[in-house]
Structure formats: structure tokens, C-alpha cells
């Protein structure tokens, strides 16, 4: 986690707090989590607001906490900012003076441009209406004007010249010396000849429509950027397979007439975990230049939420029953949805399964999670037509064909060319259908 944002505060300004209370929720890339008091205190001031402001990065303070309730009205008007100008450094500390020339470079010139004002800095002068550029050299890098140069300009009465004033100024400065350096001797042509009109750009039309922004949260953030990633940097080759489903939805009927709940994805996934121990070259990762061989059986499983998808780990997969997978599954999907995963249920894993069958999608394609070396992308089931079938009736002379119907699941596997050819995938996918398609080899 690098960057996060705050989900909900859960304790008011003023309000006090024992060990233990969660004072606020944090939204991490993957999941939101508590942020619990280790001691007792009083939430004196709140830094960060909730959810819809910036995001910040990891040890920028959120809130400030004191002991006694007589220091909490001390920080009511209390910013980070102020905190930072008002920062003491020790005597040996030594800091570059402010040339008071709005030009202190070198070379006496100003190469930066438009570029000389920070984002911050520039929203807050123009805010102010005045035009900051002439801070310039500033102490950001390479001499940009920071928000901090324009704060401290503005209360030690700098006078900035207003914007209007520099726009016209720099019009009426430029259009001399742009002239004098490409004059000509005026012809009659140009005298005479009529300008050529001037095209304005065209308006984009504005609709009426409400509408609403909604800020993107951390989660899709990170997942677009990894799977941007994983296309990029991974190759991807794909290989797909069509398997008869009908064999275990006859064993979901047998088990629950037993009172043995166990879904199709079940089903899937522990079929998944036998033939990754059976092919154990694709169950590796793909490390710094290196593949591993992961000696534990370990599949996420694709899970959306309100937020976005997420993939929690069945830990190793290959040693639990079809009973054990389902509970499992469920526990981890409800807590998902809640944002009550731990970091260690949502990253690691070495095998990924997404199923949009029960959205009635028949087959996609699924981008590989690095380091993983795969994922499977698994559909609905659709009944087809099977092939058909020579009956003889006892007659040599007399044949008939016999049309019947399948249900068939379509499998698609993303692997990772690095990792695995053509041949492991083409023999993973033979052993995941035979299991499937022999469902009684699950409970061995």
C-alpha cells in the first residue's frame, strides 16, 4: 500500500475513544480496514475527510489525537501546513535564501514556462487572482513555485500582479517583437487582399441530463493498473476446451438428497486443485526473471463486490473436500463484500478461477493476475446438440441415428508463455475435463 483514502470516521471531533475502538475506516487498494486506538485518548481535530476527498500517501498525518479534554480546543484551528512553516531547524541546518529578483537563475531567464507553478500553486493564485509566476525562482525542484512559496507571499504582502494584467502585458510586449522580427515591406496584395475568415472551433454540445461524478476508488485504480500491467509485460496465449456438465449436475442431485450443499463452482474448483497437483508445472509463478514451483495448492477465487473484484484464497485447495470448499468459498465471498478480508486472504495464491457463469455468460477471455502463471476462465452451462448415434433394430437392412443433448461448459485458460507452453496448458485442460467429467474421481 502505498497511497489510501478515508472510508468513514467513526469517532467526531472532541469525541473520546478507549483502546481497542476503531476510529476510522481506511480504503486500501484491495480492501477497507479498521484503524484501531492503541491507547485511550480524544480526537482533538481531523486532518482527512471521508471518502470523496484526495487520496494520501502512508505517514501523512490524518487526525490529531491528545489525552487530557483541556488541550482538545488547542488544535481546533490547527493545520498541517501551519505546522510546517512554523518548523524550527537545528543551527547547523542551512537554507538557500530567496533572491528577491523574480528572475535569480543563472542565466537570468525563466526556462520552465508554463511549468513554473506546482498544480497547487497555481490553483491557489488563481483563486486568488493574481499571478504567481513572478516568485519564480521557488523552492520546489528546479526552482518551481510551490503552494508554500504563494502562502508565504500572500502574508508577508508581496505584491503579485493580477492575471488579467500579465495576460494583456504579455500580449502587447510579444506582438512588437514577433513583428519586428519577421517585417516585410507591405506589397499591394497584402494592402488590398481581403484576411481569410477565421473559423471558430466547434462547441461541444451540453446536454441537460443530470448526471453524477463519482470518484473512482482505490480498488479499480489498482486493478486497471495491473491488469494494464499484466497485458503489457505478460504474454499471454490462450487455449479452450468444452466439457460435459451433465455427470455433476446428476452428483449435486445425489448429494442433496443427502442434504449436501455444494454448487457447480465447487465442483470446479476442487477439479482445479487435483489437476494442478496432477500437472504441478502449472501451478508456478513467474518471479524476477525466474519460475517458481510452488510445492502448496492455493486458488483465488474471483469474487465482485461493490467495489470491485476482488480474489480471496482457498489455501491449499487440493486437501479439502467438496463440503470444505463450499463453506470456505462462502465465508470468504461474504466477507469480500463487507471489506473485512485480511491482507493474507487477498494476495498471494498461486491459481485463479473466474466464473461468470451464473450471469449466463457462455465464454470470455480472463487477463492473468502476476506472478501467477494462469487463470481460468470458466462460462455457463448451454445445452447442444450431440453427435449422432447408429441404433440397430435387429434388422440387418434397418439403421437409425439418435440426436441426444449435452450440456457444455466452455474453459478458457490464460497462461503465461513464459512459464508453460502450449502442450502443459493442452494437458492441464485434459485433466481438468477429466475430472469434471467423471466427477466420482473428486471424492478419492
Known amino acids: 500500500m502505498e497511497v489510501g483514502r478515508i472510508a468513514k470516521w467513526n469517532k467526531s471531533e472532541g469525541e473520546s475513544f478507549i483502546a481497542g475502538d476503531v476510529i476510522c475506516e481506511i ?34 498525518p490524518i487526525a490529531v489525537v491528545v489525552e487530557e479534554e483541556e488541550y482538545k480546543d488547542s488544535f481546533k484551528d490547527f493545520h498541517v501546513e501551519a505546522a ?12 538557500a535564501e530567496k533572491s528577491e529578483s523574480p528572475v535569480a537563475s543563472a542565466s537570468g531567464e525563466n526556462k520552465l514556462g508554463e511549468f513554473t507553478l506546482l498544480p497547487s500553486a497555481r490553483h491557489l493564485s488563481h483563486s486568488k487572482g493574481v499571478d504567481a509566476t513572478s516568485l519564480y525562482p521557488g523552492s520546489g525542484k528546479d526552482g518551481r513555485v510551490t503552494k508554500g512559496d504563494v502562502l508565504k507571499a500572500l502574508q508577508d504582502g508581496v505584491n503579485l500582479p493580477p492575471l488579467n494584467t500579465v495576460a494583456k502585458s504579455a500580449a502587447t510586449t510579444a506582438a512588437p517583437v514577433a513583428g519586428a522580427a519577421t517585417a516585410t515591406p507591405p506589397t499591394a496584395a497584402s494592402l488590398t487582399a481581403p484576411s481569410a475568415p477565421i473559423t471558430p472551433p466547434p462547441i461541444p454540445e451540453v446536454t ?8 473512482n476508488n482505490n480498488m479499480r485504480k489498482v486493478i486497471a493498473r ?4 499484466s497485458k503489457a509485460t505478460v504474454p499471454h496465449f490462450y487455449t479452450t476446451t468444452d466439457i460435459d456438465i451433465d455427470p455433476i449436475l446428476a452428483l449435486r442431485k445425489r448429494l442433496a438428497a443427502i442434504d449436501v450443499k455444494v454448487s457447480v463452482n465447487d465442483v470446479i474448483v476442487r477439479a482445479s486443485a487435483l489437476a494442478l497437483r496432477d500437472v504441478p508445472e502449472m501451478n508456478a509463478m513467474y518471479k524476477g526473471g525466474e519460475v517458481k514451483m510452488s510445492d502448496s495448492v492455493d486458488i483465488c477465487v474471483a469474487v465482485a463486490t461493490p467495489t470491485g473484484l476482488i480474489t480471496p484464497i482457498v489455501p491449499k485447495t487440493d486437501e479439502m473436500g467438496l463440503s470444505q470448499i463450499n463453506d470456505k468459498v462462502k465465508d470468504l465471498a461474504t466477507r469480500a463484500r463487507d471489506n473485512k478480508l485480511k491482507p493474507e486472504e487477498y494476495q498471494g495464491g498461486t491459481f485463479t478461477i473466474s466464473n461468470l457463469g451464473m450471469f449466463g455468460i457462455n465464454e470470455f477471455t480472463a487477463v492473468i493476475n502476476p506472478p501467477q502463471c494462469a487463470i481460468l476462465a470458466v462460462g455457463s452451462g448451454v445445452k447442444k446438440v450431440t453427435s449422432a448415434t447408429k441404433i440397430q433394430d435387429g434388422d440387418e437392412d434397418t439403421e437409425s441415428y439418435e440426436y441426444g443433448f449435452k450440456t457444455m461448459m466452455s474453459a478458457r485458460l490464460s497462461a503465461d508463455r513464459r512459464v508453460v507452453d502450449e502442450a502443459i496448458s493442452g494437458l492441464y485442460l485434459q485433466t481438468l475435463k477429466q475430472y469434471l467429467e467423471n466427477p466420482n474421481l473428486l471424492m478419492l
Open 226 to 229: 495491473r491488469l494494464t500491467e
Open 208 to 215: 441537460d441530463n443530470p448526471y453524477e461524478d463519482i470518484p
Open 27 to 60: 480504503e486500501t487498494d484491495k480492501a477497507t480496514v479498521d484503524f484501531e486506538a492503541q491507547d485511550d485518548g480524544i480526537l482533538a481535530k481531523i486532518l482527512i475527510g471521508d471518502l470523496g476527498g484526495d487520496e494520501f500517501k502512508v505517514g501523512v
Open 84 to 95: 510546517v512553516e512554523k518548523q524550527e531547524f537545528p543551527p547547523d541546518t542551512i537554507i
